[in-house]
T-cell receptor
Framework: RKEVEQDPGPFNVPEGATVAFNCTYSNSASQSFFWYRQDCRKEPKLLMSVYSSGNEDGRFTAQLNRASQYISLLIRDSKLSDSATYLCVVNLNTGGFKTIFGAGTRLFVKA | SQTIHQWPATLVQPVGSPLSLECTVEGTSNPNLYWYRQAAGRGLQLLFYSVGIGQISSEVPQNLSASRPQDRQFILSSKKLLLSDSGFYLC???????????????FGEGSWLTVV
């Protein structure tokens, strides 16, 4: 089983739609969580951190369920510019450093 | 503000040739530094990380090596490239605050390597 699993997609949605991505992690030592965005042939960029109480940044909402070891990202009112791959990221606290990236979920927003 | 640069951006190398990718970070001191590889359509694989000058940890066995000759310089090398070394190589940094598990990672622009 992969340490961080995401639905690879692709998700094809029209402009204005609401889309949700899910991510599960297997290691209960996971301590901090993030969503990154990666455009085609570019480096990943931090989209937002994920806090236990859930957090929102404009049209983006991230939620964490530690009991179920599950993270989500909700995008409301999708824009064409939201088309990208979204990476779920988990930091492990195992006495040493380890950051695990999911393989990503591809999103295509169509006009 | 902190910036990270890596080069070259693109390179095509024959099998068996050497490799050197370089990365520098500005605007911070004593960062954690990383090299990742992303194969086509795949996720990010951590290759090496460093918590200080001369301190290198390898995550996967391979024909690549890394060095950190200066605090904010990280180099990825190979003596003889294989076809399977082709991919997108990303240098990254994170603040070294004593508890790296809580750090956010910031990536360089990446280097596209094609081994032919």
């Amino acid at each position: 089983r992969k340490e961080v699993e995401q639905d690879p997609g692709p998700f094809n949605v029209p402009e204005g739609a609401t889309v949700a991505f899910n991510c599960t992690y297997s290691n209960s030592a996971s301590q901090s969580f993030f969503w990154y965005r990666q455009d085609c042939r570019k480096e990943p960029k931090l989209l937002m951190s994920v806090y236990s109480s859930g957090n929102e940044d404009g049209r983006f909402t991230a939620q964490l369920n530690r009991a179920s070891q599950y993270i989500s990202l909700l995008i409301r009112d999708s824009k064409l510019s939201d088309s990208a791959t979204y990476l779920c990221v988990v930091n492990l606290n195992t006495g040493g450093f380890k950051t695990i990236f999911g393989a990503g979920t591809r999103l295509f927003v169509k006009a | 503000s902190q910036t990270i640069h890596q080069w070259p951006a693109t390179l095509v190398q024959p099998v068996g040739s050497p490799l050197s990718l370089e990365c520098t970070v500005e605007g911070t001191s004593n960062p954690n530094l990383y090299w990742y590889r992303q194969a086509a359509g795949r996720g990010l694989q951590l290759l090496f990380y460093s918590v200080g000058i001369g301190q290198i940890s390898s995550e996967v066995p391979q024909n690549l090596s890394a060095s950190r000759p200066q605090d904010r310089q990280f180099i990825l090398s190979s003596k003889k490239l294989l076809l399977s070394d082709s991919g997108f190589y990303l240098c990254a940094w994170a603040p070294n605050q004593g508890d790296p598990s809580g750090n956010t990672i910031y990536f360089g622009e990446g280097s596209w390597l094609t081994v032919v």
